[in-house]
């Protein structure tokens, strides 16, 4: 199956800036997808990474303060822009090939303070 | 929208102990997915179940897709304390290949 590595693994930011975490899938894969896990939850998702165009977003979460790229089949980002304390979250990187089904990248664990 | 309520929401076992967690939705599912997430990590995959009915294992995992197609269980056997952790089950929506998950299944083990 599909491995994905995902960074930075961890980060700690001030209130304010922006955060741009990164995710290599080892394999060309149909979809990419972003989770959020908060604290002591589940996970949600955040959009889907399109390749070539902008990504589709879930209900709740906007392009300015998450955008995403895609620009080809291994290759995806998500930015946590003007970040607050609510975005401290561990944020997941997911690939889906039908062959492989899904796979998940570790996580960003992220701390705005 | 398509929930998953997953129960239940924490378990405290002692070491050699069976496990049971379930899943249940008011929506059909075409596939279960069973997760486990230790700390510091993202999930990774146990168990996915297919097909209505469908009783698979993997190790002393055991898994059922349940006939309605709106629920599922997990088991886990003879439980070690490296079964610490947190499981979910989760399900793509529709057609778009979106996974939905459950709250999840904090699991401790006492050796």
Not at chain 1, 64 to 92: A, C, G, Q, W
Request: one cysteine or more; glycine letters at 8%; charged letters at 15%.
């Amino acid at each position: 199956s599909a491995v994905i590595s995902q960074k930075p693994s961890r980060d700690i930011c001030q209130r304010g800036t922006s955060l741009t975490i990164q995710c290599q899938v080892d394999s060309q894969v149909t979809m990419m997808f972003w989770y959020r896990q908060q604290p002591g939850q589940s996970l949600t998702l955040i959009a889907t990474a399109n390749q070539g165009s902008e990504a589709t977003y879930e209900s709740g979460f906007v392009i300015d303060k998450f955008p995403i790229s895609r620009p080809n089949l291994t290759f995806s980002t998500l930015t946590v822009s003007n970040m607050s304390p609510e975005d401290s979250s561990i944020y997941l990187c997911s690939a889906y090939e039908p062959t492989d089904g899904y796979t998940f990248g570790s996580g960003t664990r992220l701390t705005v303070v | 929208g398509q929930q998953l309520n997953q129960s239940p929401q924490s378990m405290f076992i002692q070491e050699g102990e069976d496990v049971s967690m379930n899943c249940t939705s008011s929506s059909i599912f075409n596939t279960w997915l069973w997760y486990k997430q230790d700390p510091g990590e993202g999930p990774v995959l146990l168990i996915a179940l297919y097909k209505a009915g469908e009783l698979t294992s993997n190790g002393r995992l055991t898994a059922q897709f349940g006939i309605t197609r709106k629920d599922s269980f997990l088991n886990i056997s003879a439980s070690i304390p490296s079964d610490v952790g947190i499981y979910f089950c989760a399900g793509p929506r529709g057609s778009n290949y979106k996974l939905t998950f459950g709250k999840g299944t904090l699991l401790t083990v006492n050796p």
